[in-house]
């Protein structure tokens, strides 16, 4: 089995970024995340945000130097593509591309635009991925805790023949490289990532637990009960896994949940399903699940929002607004 290449500290040199420009385009939470912690890290760094928006005033109110886009990027030695997905093709366009100067590197932090070329990088620039694994709230934490958040890197275009110590730079000026990073591609972190959240993470994970509500609702249980059975303690349960792993959980359930769950998990998950899962990876292979996701936002998003509406709608919704008001600390009326 191939095991890849863990990078720490030892194997970065942030120096390689001193006295460099680097803009950091959005300031969501990857945007402010990596932006603060790449200015604590003593380089120099400029947001570029719409002006006058709440970005734009947060970045101030941060001590970040900021500009518009097409201001930030001119004469960059490093232009960081962190906005969303679904605005970088517009944005890339009309404000990065006309001003990117030749040998920058032009870094992402996902390969969705990159490998199914809504942004097409010019061959006179670096392009490099650095990816935490992480959302940036949680990045920006660990980084003031004095460590760092995992994170893959990615060289997709080499045309300094210095890429790979710049994208290695910038892991290490987010803290990255103090917990350890993971070489990829951008087309294997891009198609790894969509299935990851497709069958798993965001799909996978809410269908199992519909599917599980709507099985004990249907035969008669009360929803508040289901509700805690097949959601509310799901979350002690991806703890446990994410702390030490499978048999790390196993260890630390009762014996009859974890002979339970070894026996019969495989009537859920069944080789249709497994075939299931196969056919969902074909299509981000072969860009389908690209185009659809591609159309919808320039059409608004109104496939994505009703399907939201309707979520929105289950009684399992309902039946959680209310189960997660009795945790909720009340102030007592004075």
Known sequence: MYMAKIYHDKDA??????????????YGSQ????????????????????????????????????AEIPNAVKNADVVM??????????????YVLPNLKEGCALDFAHGFTVVYGQVKPPKNVDVIMVAPKSPGKREREVFLEGFGVPALIAVEQDYTGHAKEIVLALAKGI????????????????????????????GGVTGLILAGFDTLVKRGYQPELAYFECLHELKLIVDLIQAGGLVHM??????????????????????????AMDKMLDK???????????????????????????????????????????FEMKKESE
């Open 284 to 326: 981000i292979l072969s860009g389908e699940f690209s185009k659809e996701w591609i159309a919808d936002w320039k059409n608004g998003l109104k496939r994505m929002k009703e399907l939201e509406k309707q979520e929105s709608e289950r009684l399992i919704e309902v039946v959680g607004r209310e189960i997660r008001s009795l």
């Open 250 to 275: 196993w260890k630390n359930v009762s014996n009859t949940a974890e002979f339970g769950g070894l026996t019969q998990r495989d009537y859920i998950i069944t080789e249709e399903t497994r075939k």
């Open 31 to 66: 945007g402010r995340a990596q932006a603060l912690c790449l200015r604590d890290s003593g380089l120099n760094v400029v947001v570029g945000v719409r002006k006058g928006g709440n970005s734009w005033e947060q970045a101030k109110k941060d001590g970040i130097t900021v």
């Open 13 to 26: 040199d942030l120096n390689v970024l001193k006295g460099k420009k680097i803009a950091v385009l959005g």
């Open 175 to 202: 803290g990255s490289t103090r917990a350890g990073v993971i070489e990829t591609t951008f087309h294997e972190e891009a198609t790894s990532d969509l299935f990851g959240e497709q069958a798993v993470l965001c």
């Open 81 to 94: 593509m962190l906005l969303p997905d679904e605005v970088q093709e517009e944005v890339y366009n009309k």
